[in-house]
């Protein structure tokens, strides 16, 4: 459950009302404070976090759409957490405990102080809105002892004991259905992705986890007689559908939020294969 406190001027621009809800179970960190911000000559909402005063920004809401609020919402809260590097398991166990969503009235006037803070200036130069809110989120405040509202969120995610139980019944593994339709859909791609006239140079090969795919290239390494394993994508199966994957130059793996998750293996297979984007074959 996650509370969104709305000040009178949002509730009335979204032609909403709050919800009677009790908030003494809901953990300062899945509520937050929100308001309008006008920025740049356009309307922005504005959301702080209650425990770390981390902020985030959407536009494009149009008024008497909360719905449109609360799914924007949650899917810049997603994006901007994994641009700064959260880990993937970490956002996606806060995003299941913030599954149902309740609109209620602000109660905290710290939270309101720091939102007038963060929404002070009404021009910038920020293009992207990632690169705006990775500034804001570094603004240091009081209430969270003058740190940075980013590294007090990730902070708080790891303490949660809430954050840590969804976690852990995030662990999922491939049924036998599931790891034989994969089995054979890898094979096949694998053993027709190169032509047969260069594989004595380059082939394709892939690791089966529990809950995972690596699809990796090989190449034969500098003067010996091994092959040099080169990971290409992974995809992960989380709530029944598969989530994509890419590997840095330190090995670490980031979620694709351009590909949306699927049910359907075959079809991220097909995705990363085509690789529209550059991302995965260069």
């Known amino acids: 459950m996650i509370a969104l406190k709305c000040t009178q001027a949002l509730f009335k621009d979204m032609k909403a009302a709050p919800a009677p809800v009790e908030l003494e179970g809901i953990p300062d960190l899945l509520c937050w404070h929100v308001n309008l911000y006008k920025l740049n000559n356009r309307k922005h909402i504005v959301f702080v976090n209650d425990a770390s005063r981390l902020a985030i920004l959407i536009d494009g809401v149009r008024s008497g759409q909360i719905g449109s609020l609360q799914k924007k919402f949650v899917e810049t809260l997603e994006r901007y957490l994994l641009v700064e590097g959260v880990e993937e398991e970490s956002i996606e166990a806060y995003l299941r405990c913030s599954s149902e969503v309740f609109i209620t009235r602000t109660d905290n006037r710290s939270v309101l102080g720091t939102m007038k803070e ?165």
């Open 118 to 282: 963060v929404t002070y200036f009404t021009h910038d130069d920020f293009n992207d809105p990632i690169e705006r809110m990775k500034w804001i989120n570094r603004l240091i405040h009081k209430p969270i002892d003058y740190l940075q509202p980013i590294d007090v969120f990730i902070t708080e995610l790891g303490r949660s004991e809430l954050i840590q139980a969804a976690k852990t019944t995030m662990e999922e593994k491939m049924d036998d259905f599931t790891r034989t339709r994969v089995i054979r859909i890898m094979d096949q791609y694998t053993q027709n992705a190169v032509p047969e006239s260069i594989r004595d140079q380059v082939r394709m090969i892939y690791d089966l986890g529990e809950s995972s795919v690596t699809l990796m290239e090989e190449r034969p390494a500098f003067q010996s007689e091994e092959w040099v394993k080169l990971p290409i994508a992974q995809f992960r199966l989380r709530g029944g559908r598969w989530k994509v994957y890419w590997q840095d130059s330190r090995d670490n793996w980031h979620y694709v939020y351009q590909i949306e998750p699927s049910e359907d293996f075959e079809r991220q297979l097909k995705i990363v294969d085509e690789d529209r984007t550059g991302m995965f074959w260069g």
